[in-house]
Structures are given as C-alpha cells and as structure tokens.
C-alpha cells in the first residue's frame, strides 16, 4: 500500500490514504517505492514501514459504519474483501493472524524471499486516524485495546508484492509483546520499572527510547491530548 501527502482538513496535510500496488514494489531504507509521508517525523529509517492487522478491521467496522464504508467492508458478505483494497490508517502492510499479541519489539521477519525488517514500536495513534475513521475515539481506542499498528526498519532491502510470504527469522525478545509494551506504555505510563526495561531494549527506535528516558528523567509523563485530539 503506497500513497502521497494530500489536503486532510483545515490544511492539515496526510499519507494517511494508501492504495494497494500490483506487481513487485521496491522496499527500501526510507520505505516503499512511491510512497510519502507529509512530515519527516511520521517516516525515517526507524519507520520505514508500517504494518496492520487486518484482524483490527471488524472491530472498527463493527463499531463505526463510516469506517466500514471507507474500507469496503460493509459490502455483501459474498462481495466483502478479505482485506480492503485501500486503507483507514495509513499502513503499507495489511495481514491477517499478525496482530499486536503475536508480534513482538526485535522480531526479525522475511518477506517473500530477500527482504528482512525489524520490528521498532508500536504506532502512537493520533487524531488523523479518527477524521478517516469518522470517529474522533478511534485513536483512543486504539491505544486502550492494543490495536495501534507498528513499525519496522528494513535491514535488507529489495522488492515485495502483495501476497509475498512473511516468516519469523528471528526473536529476540519474546517476552516482549506489542499488546504488553502498549498497554505497559498507556495503561500504567508511570511504571518506574516497566520505563527501565524498555530503556535498555538496543531494538527500540528512537522517538518511543527519548519518551521512556523523558519520563523517567522528569518523573512525570507527557500530555497526550494534543496527539490524540483535534
């Protein structure tokens, strides 16, 4: 799923509308071949891949109508896609049976047969996903059910399709689930102990390492309101 910075409201500007390619796409360093984001901080070397659960999708659905319309999914159930065909929150991979519980930070995962990335973090959700979702909770939710999405680096590069397969190389860390470090990192945000363990993660990105030495340095954690709302 590729796409390039437009117009989202009020002059505010998103990649967050991604449509699929067909055919071999070159994943790189900085992300796939064609894609954009509209500020540096959203893209980088430590994001240079997002990745969905396709599993999240009927939840949102079921709760949100305009969210199901966006992604298709409230088509009859014989013309309903398995994965939509266009994305709600931005990500350039959608699978289903990967999901925040089964991934952990530090797995290593081959795509089709030459490309290898790393997970980095979990997504921080932020109030642009509840505009395409048409629900301004969404990204609250989002953090509160472990259903945020997560990051990638791309270790070694090359081309990818849809449909490639993805294997687990390697995991490093299996004790350290996305759904434990979100629900860690939101649920308790003052948890001395659970802040500590992340800091000494070398697998962890920067922007998620300089929050965690933020709050354990100040003691205090950072306001979320301007992230998560409009």
């Not at 270790?155 to 687990?168: E, M, Q, S, Y």
């Given at each position: 799923m590729t796409g390039k910075p437009r117009t989202l409201v009020d002059g505010e500007m998103s990649a967050i509308w991604k449509q699929a390619v067909s055919g071999p796409v070159l994943l790189g360093e900085l992300g796939l071949e064609g894609d954009g984001q509209a500020y540096r901080t959203h893209g980088g070397p430590?994001?240079?891949?997002?990745?969905y659960a396709a599993?999240?999708?009927?939840?949102?659905?079921?709760?949100?109508p305009a969210a199901a319309h966006a992604a298709g999914l409230d088509a009859p159930a014989d013309k309903r896609p398995e994965l939509p065909a266009t994305t709600l929150f931005g990500e350039n991979i959608i699978t289903l049976g990967m999901t925040e519980e089964t991934v952990c930070l530090g797995d290593r995962?081959?795509?089709?047969k030459t490309v290898v990335v790393e997970v980095t973090q979990p997504r921080q959700p932020c109030w642009k996903l509840g505009v395409t979702a048409g629900?301004?909770?969404?990204?609250?939710?989002?953090?509160?059910?472990a259903?945020?999405?997560?990051?990638?680096?791309?270790?070694?590069p090359g081309a990818v399709a849809a449909g490639d397969r993805i294997r687990l190389e390697s995991r490093p860390l299996p004790d350290c689930q996305l759904?434990?470090?979100?629900?860690?990192?939101?649920?308790?945000?003052?948890?001395r102990g659970f802040l500590e363990e992340l800091?000494?993660?070398?697998?962890?990105?920067?922007?998620?390492?300089?929050?965690v030495e933020r709050r354990l340095s100040t003691g205090s954690v950072e306001d979320w309101n301007g992230r998560l709302y409009r």
């Amino acid at each position: 799923m590729t796409g390039k910075p437009r117009t989202l409201v009020d002059g505010e500007m998103s990649a967050i509308w991604k449509q699929a390619v067909s055919g071999p796409v070159l994943l790189g360093e900085l992300g796939l071949e064609g894609d954009g984001q509209a500020y540096r901080t959203h893209g980088g070397p430590e994001k240079a891949l997002l990745h969905y659960a396709a599993d999240h999708y009927r939840m949102w659905a079921q709760r949100f109508p305009a969210a199901a319309h966006a992604a298709g999914l409230d088509a009859p159930a014989d013309k309903r896609p398995e994965l939509p065909a266009t994305t709600l929150f931005g990500e350039n991979i959608i699978t289903l049976g990967m999901t925040e519980e089964t991934v952990c930070l530090g797995d290593r995962y081959l795509i089709g047969k030459t490309v290898v990335v790393e997970v980095t973090q979990p997504r921080q959700p932020c109030w642009k996903l509840g505009v395409t979702a048409g629900a301004a909770e969404v990204p609250r939710l989002m953090q509160e059910t472990a259903a945020t999405g997560w990051y990638c680096r791309v270790l070694t590069p090359g081309a990818v399709a849809a449909g490639d397969r993805i294997r687990l190389e390697s995991r490093p860390l299996p004790d350290c689930q996305l759904s434990r470090m979100i629900l860690g990192f939101y649920g308790t945000p003052d948890d001395r102990g659970f802040l500590e363990e992340l800091s000494r993660l070398p697998q962890l990105s920067t922007e998620w390492r300089l929050l965690v030495e933020r709050r354990l340095s100040t003691g205090s954690v950072e306001d979320w309101n301007g992230r998560l709302y409009r």
